[in-house]
């Protein structure tokens, strides 16, 4: 795809204090008398909508004839909100409200016709999203992780969730008082470390963060520590049962690292209440193998267009 075929946008709602930046993806043929149906596409925890929201499966989505839309989480990427590198579960999931607000706004969208995918933790808030906005029709969650689970299985190294909330508490006050803005780094210092680390989520974030293969100024995988202590209590499982009830597709490699993306997948896919669900376990796959590559990504989209052909 061209770059005829994307815009960048920002856009901000009635009931919104900052703008939402993000890279609308047409189909090739694209003509705005005609209506589609549209794809929200949502970036990993610590990413940019340039990554592979966007120029991976929101690219290949295009081409299918959807309308798609890769944003930029508020307080990260080129989106507004104060302060910066935020990680705000609630606020994640509502961003993805937001832009269907502005979706539906699009005479050439069919509002009847929208579906959600996220990549990582955006596909964990992707799960998030389906349980309370009903315009989204269908969701596919690629390489999901429930992002609060992550957070509390992470902090037992460090005392147990309790402790890093009574870190979070102290840093928020010294902040309140004048010292400067915390930021902690999810990464590994250098290649070499993430070798010695030895889990294969660790290596491969660096290679995708770190390196010429998918490096972009908003994609840090950094964070701001005071305002932590939401994802601390966030759960993406928290009434599946009830309240996900749209058709699904979850897809993760078996290769299971650090991050917890395999264990996550299978939770949703026995918790969803969806009467129609799919599970799509890639033999041989890694995180993030479903990032960017053929094996990984390129698999996946096999799957993933048929279900949103057949869905929405």
């Known amino acids: 795809m061209t770059n005829d075929h994307i815009e960048h946008i920002t856009f901000r709602n009635a009931d919104m ?11 090739p043929s694209f ?18 909508k340039e990554q592979t929201s966007g120029n991976i499966y929101a690219t290949r989505l295009a081409e299918e004839g959807y309308v798609v839309i890769a944003f930029d989480a508020s307080f990260q990427g080129e989106s507004g909100g104060e302060p910066r590198r935020v990680e705000w579960p609630a606020q994640r999931v509502e961003d993805f409200s937001r832009v269907v607000d502005y979706l539906v706004t699009l005479p ?14 955006g596909g964990g808030y992707t799960w998030g999203a389906l349980k309370v906005e009903r315009r989204f029709k269908a969701g596919v969650s690629i390489t ?18 309790v402790a890093l909330l009574e870190a979070v508490a102290a840093q928020r006050t010294a902040e309140a008082r ?23 989520d660790v290596i491969e974030a660096f290679d995708y963060y770190c390196t010429p293969r998918a490096q972009r100024p908003n994609g840090t995988a ?22 996900l ?12 690292g650090a991050f917890g993306a395999y264990r996550d997948g299978l939770a949703m896919y026995e918790k969803a209440g969806s009467e129609k669900k799919q599970l799509l376990v890639l033999e041989g ?15 996946a989209l096999e799957t993933v267009i048929p279900f949103f052909a057949e869905n929405l």
Request: aromatic content about 10%; charged content about 15%.
């Open 17 to 27: 204090y900052w703008d939402i930046a993000a890279d609308v993806y047409f189909p």
């Open 245 to 256: 009830t749209q058709p699904l597709l979850i897809v993760v490699g078996d290769v299971q």
């Open 178 to 200: 004048g010292a400067a803005q915390a930021i902690n780094g999810a990464l590994a210092p250098s290649a070499e470390v993430a070798q010695q680390i030895g889990d294969v």
């Open 285 to 299: 796959v890694t995180h993030y193998d479903l990032y960017d590559q053929p094996k990984g990504a390129g698999v």
């Open 108 to 121: 050439y969208v069919d509002a009847d016709r929208i579906g959600v995918l996220g990549v990582c933790g």
């Open 144 to 161: 999901g992780v429930n992002y609060g689970r992550m957070m509390r299985d992470n902090a037992q190294a460090a005392g147990g969730p």
């Open 31 to 48: 003509d705005a008398e005609k209506t589609y149906p549209a794809i929200v596409s949502a970036h990993p925890i610590g990413s940019c």
């Open 222 to 243: 950094t964070f701001d520590v005071a305002h932590g202590a939401a994802a601390v209590e966030w759960d993406a499982f928290h009434l599946a049962d009830v309240l």
